[in-house]
């Protein structure tokens, strides 16, 4: 897949492209809709192209925490939208100036330079200064310059509308079920195994501590059920263990620092320098102040027991 960066207009190309624009955070189902639709206009010889954006606007020009943080952070996303047949990618740097940008330039200066056959947004979708632009006015300018609009309506699951702030919330709330129902996926982490302090293996329950690779958003302070890939040989999917996943900052050992550590059920071996992808299905409870080390082996030992008979084990 294709990644272009920009700052202003694209490069111009004559090779023809089916697009699709958003943020598309998560590539959840709404997105994926939306993808499905462009595919099916795709005609022999057209390429699958998204126009996306980074970082978000939202966290760009208002700092607003919220949306420092990613569904999918840049790498992660790529990775999900190639797995949805896009071929290539033109990532705008979001800035002020940027911001500035009217409906008129976007479309006539912008997208007039790509060999688009055809446009793919959600309904929803706001474009240009201010997002105080539609649906209707993109297709009217589209249409100025030959190029078809189709509005992919918004999808829902037994509420309002699928959207990457809801799921974003969700994720920092520990609902995984949700989250998950809404990715079409489990929600999963990646990044390297790094040296902690050794304390899971001294109490029986050796972990492999997470340092993630990207602005993940990161679950709420918790013990979660999940699961743990391994990364094989030369970047090859590897094998794929069940794993209690603690999410937060070890109070009963004074933790002070947030970390993700994932014990992996029926594992033995150093994983350390590895990379691997923790991948969340439900959270089991809070994280907890044990009064001493014996109550947090002991309610460990009882997570392990529940999580194994979650899991059919």
């Avoid at 966290?59 to 797995?83: H, I, M, N, S």
């Avoid at 918004?154 to 998950?180: C, H, Q, Y």
């Avoid at 999963?188 to 040296?195: A, L, P």
Wanted: proline share 4%; glycine share 10%.
């Amino acid at each position: 897949m294709e990644i272009i960066q920009i700052q202003d207009a694209p490069p111009a190309n004559e090779e023809p492209i089916i697009l699709s624009i958003g943020k598309f955070d998560g590539v959840h189902l709404g997105h994926q809709s939306i993808l499905q639709q462009a595919g099916r206009l795709k005609q022999s010889g057209h390429s699958l192209a998204v126009m996306t954006f980074h970082p978000h606007p939202l966290w760009a020009l208002k700092r607003d925490e919220r949306y420092r943080k990613c569904v999918t952070p840049r790498e992660e996303k790529y990775r999900q939208l190639e797995r949805y047949g896009v071929n290539k990618v033109y990532e705008i740097e979001f800035t002020e100036k940027y911001a500035e940008t009217t409906p008129e330039t976007f479309v006539y200066e912008h997208l007039s330079l790509l060999n688009i056959k055809g446009i793919v947004v959600g309904e929803g979708f706001n474009f240009g200064k201010g997002r105080e632009s539609d649906t209707d006015l993109l297709t009217e300018l589209a249409a100025d310059i030959g190029i078809p609009v189709t509005i992919a309506p918004l999808m829902t699951i037994g509420g309002p509308k699928i959207s990457s702030t809801d799921i974003r919330a969700s994720i920092r709330e520990g609902k995984f079920e949700k989250v998950n129902t809404l990715l079409g996926r489990n929600y999963s982490v990646n990044g390297k195994v790094v040296q902690g302090d050794a304390l899971g293996r001294q109490l029986g329950f050796p972990t492999a501590n997470l340092e993630p690779d990207g602005d993940y958003e990161l679950p709420g302070s918790g013990v979660y059920l999940g699961s743990v890939e391994v990364e094989g040989e030369n970047h090859t999917a590897g094998e794929c263990w069940y794993a209690l996943i603690n999410a937060g900052y070890r109070p009963t050992v004074n933790g002070k620092d947030y970390l993700i550590e994932a014990y992996l059920l029926d594992f033995s071996g150093d994983l350390y320098g590895k990379s691997m992808k923790v991948s969340f299905i439900q959270k089991m409870r809070e994280e907890e102040n044990f009064a001493s080390l014996d109550e947090l082996v002991e309610q460990m030992n009882k997570d392990k027991a529940e999580a194994r008979l979650k899991l059919g084990l």
